[in-house]
């Protein structure tokens, strides 16, 4: 073990003190650094840009025809405008954009998305100023996907199914003007109203009356469909026994003992 004069130790614990200090302060700088740059890096294939009003006002993110075939998971946790325009997207998963608080626009249109997941736009309720999902294969859409969004939603060019669900959805949302009028029913329930747009038949027809009417129509229909089972059934049994009481009854006949039986019979019936 070295051991120092006593006029070199204060020397020495100075000396090592500035040095833990530095190597302290470069580790801390390092790792400030590192967060900095995972939680504010641009996602790859994405173009970011600050918002005018500095690093407080948010930054936009543009990830149009980048060729993504599903929402990037490491996009910058201060962006506040989101496009994802003209993309391969299929789904939108749940959660998609929980670590975005401050998201007040985005744009989904021009994708391939067929189905928005339960819960696929949490925690934007209440920034979310402005969603486009217009321009993709959407059929239906449920009150789980959407949750309580107030945005102003474009939900135009898709092949809608109107149904009684999605006539109870959509009043729900503050739709655009435009995206009522490009709302058209590719299917309907009934299958009369294909074609129609959703915001006539909207209108002018309860889906929802008329979704409980045929399930009504197919359930006495159902049960015609038992009830002449049934009694094609009893009538078969009936018939089926029938033929095996003949037979029965043929074949006592045929006993000797029953035949010796029977001519007593009619001969005490003749002597009466």
């Known amino acids: 073990m070295l051991l120092l004069p006593p006029p070199l130790l204060p020397v020495w614990l100075l000396r090592h003190s500035v040095a833990l200090c530095l190597i302290l302060l470069h580790s801390s700088v390092l790792m400030t650094f590192c967060f900095h740059h995972a939680s504010t890096s641009c996602s790859k294939g994405c173009y970011c840009s600050e918002a005018p009003g500095g690093a407080g006002g948010g930054r936009t993110v543009r990830c149009s025809h980048a060729r993504l075939g599903e929402v990037p998971r490491d996009l910058p946790n201060d962006t506040q405008r989101l496009y994802l325009d003209f993309n391969h997207i299929v789904s939108v998963p749940a959660n998609a954009f929980e670590g975005l608080p401050l998201l007040a626009e985005l744009d989904l249109s021009h994708n391939a998305i067929v189905k928005l997941e339960n819960g696929a736009f949490r925690g934007l309720e209440e920034r979310l100023k402005l969603l486009d999902l217009s321009a993709n294969r959407l059929m239906s859409l449920n009150r789980e996907a959407v949750g309580s969004l107030r945005s102003h939603t474009n939900l135009s060019h898709n092949p809608w199914h109107c149904d009684c669900e999605l006539q109870h959805v959509v009043p729900s949302l503050e739709l655009e003007p435009a995206s009522l009028a490009g709302m058209v029913c590719e299917?309907?329930?009934?299958?009369?109203?294909?074609?129609?747009?959703?915001?006539?038949?909207?209108?002018?027809?309860?889906?929802?009356?008329?979704?409980?009417?045929?399930?009504?129509?197919?359930?006495?229909?159902?049960?015609?469909?038992?009830?002449?089972?049934?009694?094609?059934?009893?009538?078969?049994?009936?018939?089926?026994?029938?033929?095996?009481?003949?037979?029965?009854?043929?074949?006592?006949?045929?006993?000797?003992?029953?035949?010796?039986?029977?001519?007593?019979?009619?001969?005490?019936?003749?002597?009466?």
């Open 187 to 272: 299917t309907a329930v009934p299958e009369e109203h294909a074609g129609m747009p959703f915001l006539l038949l909207a209108h002018d027809v309860d889906l929802c009356k008329v979704a409980r009417r045929t399930t009504d129509v197919a359930m006495l229909v159902t049960m015609f469909g038992w009830f002449a089972m049934v009694i094609a059934y009893l009538v078969h049994y009936v018939w089926q026994n029938q033929d095996d009481t003949r037979r029965h009854l043929a074949y006592l006949k045929s006993l000797p003992g029953l035949q010796h039986k029977s001519e007593e019979s009619s001969a005490v019936s003749t002597v009466v």
